[in-house]
Structures are given as C-alpha cells and as structure tokens.
C-alpha cells in the first residue's frame, strides 16, 4: 500500500511567494525522498534526506523530516513560474523500494 | 550523467495487438530497473523490478503474463504490454538505479499508451 499522503493535494500561489507541501508516511523509513513531475513528463530528483536528518537545503528548496511525527515538508521560497508542476515525496522503508504519495499539484501564478 | 530514457514517447495501437516500450540508461550501467504506470493526476504505482540477466520481480496484482519485462543488458529494459485493452491506455515510466535499496532512481521520460 502506498504509504505517503501529501498536503494539500493542489496549492496555487503568486510568483515570488514560499510554497509549503507535506509530506506524512506509516512506517520507518530509511529515507525520503521529494521529486518533481512536469506534465506528461518523467520525475526529476530534487532532493533526498535520511532518517538521522533533519533538515536539508538545495537552492531553494528547504526539507525537513520529522521522524517522531512520520512527516516531512517541502519548501520553496521565492516561487517562480517554472517551478509550476507535481511535486511527490517517495519513501524508502528498510530493504523495499519506493513508496510515492498522492503528490500535491503546484501552480505559480505569474 | 544519469541519463535514462524511454522509446517511444507515445504510442497509439489497436486493442489486441502487442507494444513494446524500451528504458535505456545511456551513461551508466543499471543493475535494476524499475516499470511504473501513472493514471491521469495521480501517483506512481511501482509494477515491477527488473534485474539484468534474471526474471523481474512483480508487484502484487500485476499480471506477469500481460506485462513483460525482459532485462537482457546493463542497459536496457523493455516492458511488453501484450493483448492490449483500452484499460491498459496509462503512462508507463521506467527508472534505473545502480543500487536496489538505497539512494536516487533516475526516471525516463515516460511512454504513454493509448489502446484504441
């Protein structure tokens, strides 16, 4: 079963704005992982943090993870028009493969 | 580097007929490859393992018969939809990774099936 569900499942937001989605999952993981989906295309890696992380920044995306909640954010601050797109958190429980959620549909409004 | 890709992008058949979709990674050796299929605004659900040289690995209610996946190289897979259904018309999406637990799957483009 799929263990991630993520929030809210569409944001709309103006450009320039932070936009924040989060990620919850069921069981122990060994890492999670956040990915980005344009339309009718393939994932593209954005960021990957372990269960003994905290937190982690790339440019400007900021994750957390917060393993005594099973949850995790996304942050992208000063949004732009191209960021537009999917973006799914993907799990990795211990010795399994990746578990993706809902994904939370994103739209930078110019 | 990590470069993987999908042949064709898009496909058009006829129900009943068969159509093979190719994952290459182009700058690196895969051990593993994965096969994926994405319904219209929603996630990912994994169908299947593939490891070079031996059979894949399906997950629970995919039909290993409807669906075959062939590993024949480091760096190639090929999922074949056989008997095709208009049920069948998705996005399929393969990804590779040099290692099956751990760390980043690098994604194809995807392929996406439309069974007339």
């Known amino acids: 079963s799929q263990q991630g569900e993520e929030d809210p499942q569409a944001l709309s937001i103006q450009e320039g704005e932070n936009a924040t989605m989060n990620c919850s999952y069921k069981t122990s993981i060994n890492n999670l992982q956040w990915y980005r989906q344009n339309s009718g295309r393939g994932l593209v890696h954005l960021i990957l943090i372990r269960s003994n992380e905290r937190e982690k920044h790339s440019g400007r995306l900021r994750v957390t993870l917060d393993t005594s909640k099973k949850s995790s954010s996304l942050l992208i601050t000063a949004s732009r028009a191209a960021d537009t797109a999917s973006y799914f958190c993907?799990?990795?429980?211990?010795?399994?493969?990746?578990?993706f959620g809902q994904g939370t549909r994103l739209t930078i409004n110019p | 580097g990590a470069v993987v890709s999908q042949h064709p992008s898009r496909v058009i058949c006829k129900s009943g007929t068969s159509v093979k979709i190719e994952c290459r990674s182009l700058?690196?050796?895969?051990?593993?490859m994965f096969w994926y299929r994405q319904f219209p605004k929603q996630s990912l659900m994994l169908m299947a393992t593939?490891?070079?040289?031996?059979?894949?690995?399906?997950e629970q209610g995919v039909e290993k018969d409807k669906f075959l996946i062939n590993h024949a190289s480091l760096t190639l897979s090929t999922l074949t939809v056989t008997s095709a259904h208009p049920e069948d018309s998705s996005f399929y999406i393969c990804?590779?990774?040099?290692?099956?637990?751990?760390?980043?799957?690098?994604f194809g483009p995807g392929t996406r099936l439309t069974v007339l």
């Open positions: 993907a799990t990795v429980p211990p010795a399994q493969k990746l578990v």
């Open positions: 593939s490891n070079e040289g031996s059979k894949a690995t399906y």
């Open positions: 990804s590779a990774t040099l290692a099956i637990s751990t760390d980043t799957q690098y």
């Open positions: 700058d690196f050796q895969a051990t593993t």
